[in-house]
């Protein structure tokens, strides 16, 4: 009999329960994305995430605006890690114009899947029908699908949206029609609205009704912080794989959890602080490596936090683990914590990014008035915003 969570009381996979996502001519297995995220989802995260046991790694989102103007960090964030395959590249954008040179010139660069974010929450860019406003217009919606399916030829294009803008003003079922009849691949969903930015549960209802309502595979996306989350998101909906955002954010064993339960086997136990400082070690690395000393160590800082979250024996050295500067000083400091110390059960389902609050979601002025609209939102503030836009 399979082995049970204790958690949750949740099986492991029965043999043939799931089947590997299939997303164009990508087979992909365990069906268990790393959610695009910004400032988070670069080469070596990726790297990291698909070695222990991710099927697909997306990278953050990427402005289509940025990437036309050639910008030297947007064009760096798109690309590859060596071998990286399959390689998965997250677009914003809100110009079907900008989205289909972006796409032409990704494809023309080897990748394999782009996924398009409808989802993003952030004020500045809603407020200017930008994000998650798009979607209120599912014209604009089908322009832009369009667009990207038209410059990818055979390469698979997704979108992630978020359930609405709240309560009172939903759009998925809208995104999941046009995603079908403009020829995306696959749909992933958030179960908040924009509202709701972090907070709350997700709706695995919402997430239910649009498997009901789409032919196409239906990703689930929110909440999954353990595997048994993530088996239980698979059986509830009905969804053809899940979305991991900050489950894994300093637990990225997470995906070897998932990957062992759905090949039907126990998940291991949690990491011991011993079994985690070389996986901390490896990240940190791979960060210097791809960013500089520099940038790559001021990025460790927040990764140590997250690593070493809700372990005691981490709490003298937490203060310097934020301030540390080189990979030597930093193997120093994790040399003194105690190997043994297990994995502490109120860190499992912490919240490591993104702290619950909710906004009132501004719109455009009148932007409700006529939902028919295709026109592509044109200012110079949401070009600004654009620019400096991270995070969905
Ligand atoms: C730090 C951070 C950055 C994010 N950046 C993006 C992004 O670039 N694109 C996107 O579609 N979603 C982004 N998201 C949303 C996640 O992809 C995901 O939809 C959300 O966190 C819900 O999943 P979770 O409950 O597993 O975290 C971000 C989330 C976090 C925490």
Not at 6 to 34: C, D, H, K
Not at 165 to 191: F, Q
Not at 217 to 223: H, S
Not at 254 to 263: R, Y
């Amino acid at each position: 009999m399979s082995a049970v969570s204790a958690s949750a009381g949740t099986a492991v996979a029965a043999p043939g329960e799931f089947a590997p996502l299939q997303v164009g001519p990508l087979s992909i297995w365990p069906p268990v994305v790393l959610a695009p995220m910004a400032g988070v989802t670069n080469v070596p995260f990726r790297r990291l995430c698909r070695d222990l046991g991710a099927g697909l790694a997306v990278t953050e989102m990427i402005t289509a605006r940025g990437f036309r103007e050639g910008n030297p960090t947007t064009l760096a964030l798109a690309r590859g890690g060596p071998g990286e395959h399959p390689r998965a590249v997250q677009i914003y954008g809100s110009d079907p114009a900008d989205v289909a040179a972006m796409v032409a010139a990704l494809v023309d660069d080897g990748v394999d899947l782009v996924d398009m974010n409808f989802g993003c929450p952030v004020p500045k860019v809603t407020r200017q029908g930008g994000g998650s406003a798009i979607p209120v217009r599912p014209r604009l919606l089908a322009r832009l699908v369009s667009a990207a399916v038209e410059a990818a030829g055979s390469v698979p294009v997704t979108i992630k949206v978020r359930k609405g803008i709240d309560e009172s003003l939903s759009t998925y079922l809208d995104a999941g029609r046009v995603a079908v009849e403009e020829g995306a691949a696959a749909i992933g969903l958030h179960g908040r609205t924009a509202a709701q930015l972090y907070s709350g549960r997700a709706d695995r209802e919402a997430i239910a009704r649009l498997v009901e309502a789409v032919p196409i595979p239906v990703l689930g996306n929110g909440d999954i912080w353990e595997w048994t989350d993530g088996l239980a998101m698979m059986r509830e909906t009905g969804c053809a794989g899940i979305i991991i955002g900050r489950g894994c954010l300093g637990r990225p064993w997470l995906f070897g959890e998932l990957a062992a339960a759905f090949e039907g086997h126990a998940p291991p136990p949690p990491p011991t602080m011993g079994e985690i400082v070389p996986i901390l070690l490896d990240h940190a690395r791979g960060l210097v490596e791809c960013f500089g000393v520099d940038t790559g160590m001021r990025q460790t800082r927040k990764w140590c936090a997250w690593y070493t979250k809700g372990f005691r024996g981490a709490r003298a050295v937490r203060a310097e683990l934020l301030r540390v500067s080189t990979p030597s000083e930093l193997e120093s400091l994790l040399a003194g914590l105690d190997p043994a110390e297990p994995f502490p059960r109120s860190a499992l389902r912490a919240q490591r990014a993104k702290r619950g609050r909710t906004q009132r979601v501004r719109l455009p002025e009148g932007y409700l008035d006529d939902r028919d609209d295709d026109r592509p939102p044109r200012s110079a503030r949401l070009e600004a915003s654009e620019r400096a836009l991270s995070g969905g």
